[in-house]
């Protein structure tokens, strides 16, 4: 069964929000599309540095997108308005 199709993005500001928030959410949402715990990993060292971005100072943020559209789970991770990290993973 093909997930049902959704798009929804979430922005961290001020003091940024901790890795492993952004870590157990993405772990969620992989989970409900059912795609595999091996793709977390790649996922989380993005989260880790999106959040690290700014800390030494100055205002942080940190987007995450998730989309599922067509059989296909897209992750954009962005922090302070660059873009981090990008995949497209197909959902099983």
Known sequence: MTAQEFFFSL???SQGA???LLNDLAAQV???VGCT????LALSDALQSAVAKGAAGGPRRCDVQFRVHGGTLEIVVTA???RV???SLAIP
């Open 11 to 13: 922005e961290f500001s």
């Open 18 to 20: 901790p890795a492993a």
């Open 30 to 32: 992989l989970g409900h």
């Open 37 to 40: 715990g091996a793709n977390l």
């Open 80 to 82: 302070n308005g660059g």
């Open 85 to 87: 990290w990008q995949t």
